[in-house]
């Protein structure tokens, strides 16, 4: 299969306030330890007020343009994948493409919750697939801070903020790229993860639904479980499409929700701990920041290399889940 999109550049934005499971103990009846255990996650970043989605996306597409050396003029499209934008009007996109002054892009965003970055990605792709002169940023940006209850210890302990950026264009040669990738969703699940409050049907003033329903709610076991099942199946979908097998794989990153979900999907792709990437001890569940933060990471630490094969896989509410597998 011919490859289609190649990241040239990726950038990361975290805000500078680190929240510990030692600060949490002092807000919700839990403990180090049991997050530490159940999930994986030490630490996390909270935005601090004047901190927003669109400033760090803005801060990520910086740094991606400038790792890409693209000017912001040449950038035909910005896609933000977030549920937690600035405003409900307008995207987040179109503040993104204003501030670094991509006069000549469009802007939208994309909502697919924590599988918003490969499902943007995708978009991309297609994009430069029809058109491969064509300059795409993508970014996943989320304040979840402002959506989780910060008296529900089942959720609040697991989420943080963060943004990451990648810029795509089409590859002058044909061995790099993404291969393909792979977009799935079930929504007679969605009930299982859900922050209800503040669309059109239960506006933010209305006084229909509990407080509660303001702010993200999950039945963890349920989401856990479907998690590992769906990421597992679209990880060997990737691989089967392109003809791969696990031990073709350099490196694995998955979405950074729990350490527990990425052990089991690890185990039954049967590969060895080296090979999958994790961060979530220090920024937890960053939704469709986390893999663009990853892999900002695994490339600062020379964990990509040209010529890997590299996996992305994610899952989260509605559900949706994917993965893209890439020639990097
Ligand atoms: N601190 C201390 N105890 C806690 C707690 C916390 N922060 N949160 C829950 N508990 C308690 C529960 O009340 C329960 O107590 P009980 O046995 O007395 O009723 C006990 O811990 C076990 O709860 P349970 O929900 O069964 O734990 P779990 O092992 O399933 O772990 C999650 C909970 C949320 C960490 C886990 O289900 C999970 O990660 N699910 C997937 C979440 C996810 O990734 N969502 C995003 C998808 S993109």
Not at 172 to 184: A, E, V
Not at 255 to 265: K, P, S
């Amino acid at each position: 299969m011919k490859t289609g999109a190649v990241i040239c550049g990726l950038g990361a934005a975290l805000p500078s306030r680190v929240l510990t499971n030692k600060d949490l103990e002092q807000i919700v009846d839990t403990s180090d330890e049991w997050i530490t255990q159940r999930t994986g996650i030490k630490e996390r970043r909270i935005v601090s007020p004047g901190e927003s989605n669109s400033k760090l996306a803005v801060e990520a597409a910086k740094k991606a343009l400038a790792r890409a050396n693209i000017s912001p003029y040449e950038l035909d499209l910005i896609i933000v994948a977030t549920f937690t934008p600035d405003y409900l009007m307008p995207a987040t996109a179109v503040l993104v493409q204003d501030q670094i002054g991509a006069k000549n892009a469009g802007a939208f965003d994309l909502a697919a919750t924590c599988s918003g970055f490969i499902y943007a990605l995708s978009v991309a792709d297609q994009f430069i697939r029809a058109d491969r002169s064509r300059k795409i940023l993508v970014i996943g940006s989320e304040v979840l801070s402002h959506k989780v209850n910060w008296e529900d210890r089942t959720t609040c302990v697991l989420f943080g903020d963060g943004a990451g950026a990648a810029v795509l264009t089409g590859s002058t040669n044909d061995q790099r790229g993404i291969l393909s990738t792979h977009l799935h969703a079930d929504g007679s699940l969605w009930h299982l993860l859900t922050v209800k409050g503040c669309g059109s049907l239960y506006p933010p003033c209305g006084d229909e639904l509990p407080r509660e329903e303001y702010y993200i709610k999950m039945q963890g076991r349920e989401v856990f479980k479907h998690a590992v099942r769906a990421m597992e199946i679209v990880a060997r979908e990737a691989l089967d499409r392109n003809n791969c097998s696990p031990e073709d794989l350099a490196l694995v990153v998955p979405h950074q929700a729990n350490i527990r979900i990425i052990e089991a999907l690890r185990e039954r792709l049967g590969l060895p701990s080296e090979k999958v990437f994790v961060n979530l001890h220090k920024y937890g569940n960053t939704s469709a920041a986390s893999i663009p933060l990853a892999l900002v990471e695994a490339e600062e630490e020379g964990r990509l290399k040209s010529g890997d094969l590299v996996l992305l896989v994610a899952f989260g509410g509605g559900f949706t889940w994917a993965s893209a597998l890439l020639r990097w």
